[in-house]
């Protein structure tokens, strides 16, 4: 199965997909595949948000921000890339892949956004958006039993106050990385001293819901 098949879109200009497919150590296309990265970032966080606004009229602005975290954030990203296995058609310089081997997490997740950029260059954005939301088909499903009703920081609050008496959840920055326009944020929620979650996103504001919903995740498991 050709690598366009795999993703179900058929370019006309392939050249934007040789530009999405190569890794900047090539150097041949590092200029425009990193304008690309920055389109694409921009239309998945449009088009996700949008589709979140149109269907959950009555969610207010914290339950629709943790809902796109969910889904927009470099650990799905990267797990979306797999899937459309960007990881085995990526071309990197000869050298960085005797060095690094296989792609990272980082490096999927920067791909699967110029790769977004490249459809919506070589058709346009009601194109691009409609395989966007097929391609998150499952996450659009999933994140309304996930997170709909959910406060993910007031809830694990209330969760401490109820088995935690006299403790509350503590965020702390771990780390950040990433260019200016594209910052990700790595944050750790603690609870008496004890970390019990962590998140990543490209806010601190998201970064804290994603950690929030994954100590929620291991409280409720245990």
Not at 14 to 32: F, M, Q, V, Y
Not at 129 to 134: A, G, T
Not at 157 to 174: A, D, T
Request: proline share 3%; aromatic share 8%; hydrophobic share 40%.
């Amino acid at each position: 199965m050709s690598f366009e098949s795999q993703i179900s879109y058929n370019f006309n200009d392939k050249s934007l997909l040789e530009i999405a497919l190569s890794h900047p150590s090539r150097r041949t296309h590092a200029a425009d595949y990193q304008r690309f990265e920055f389109l694409g970032d921009s239309i998945l966080s449009a088009t996700i948000s949008k589709y979140l606004f149109k269907n959950y009229p009555k969610a207010e602005e914290g339950k629709l921000n943790a809902m796109r975290s969910s889904i927009v954030c470099g650990e799905s990203l990267a797990k979306k890339a797999k899937l459309l296995k960007l990881n085995e058609v990526i071309i990197l310089s000869t050298s960085f892949k005797k060095s690094v081997g296989t792609p990272s997490s980082n490096m999927l997740e920067d791909s699967f956004e110029a790769l977004i950029a490249a459809i919506y260059l070589d058709s346009d954005l009601l194109n691009v958006e409609k395989w966007l939301l097929k391609i998150f088909a499952e996450d659009l499903i999933a994140v309304e039993k996930k997170i709909i009703g959910l406060n993910p920081k007031g809830r694990l609050q209330e969760w401490c106050q109820i088995h935690k008496p006299g403790y509350m959840p503590e965020y702390k920055l771990i780390s950040k990385s990433g260019p200016d326009h594209k910052k990700q944020y790595y944050v750790e929620v603690s609870i008496e001293d004890k970390v019990l979650g962590h998140g990543i996103c490209s806010s601190i504001k998201n970064a804290e819901i994603n950690a929030a919903i994954n100590a929620i995740s291991k409280v409720e498991i245990s």
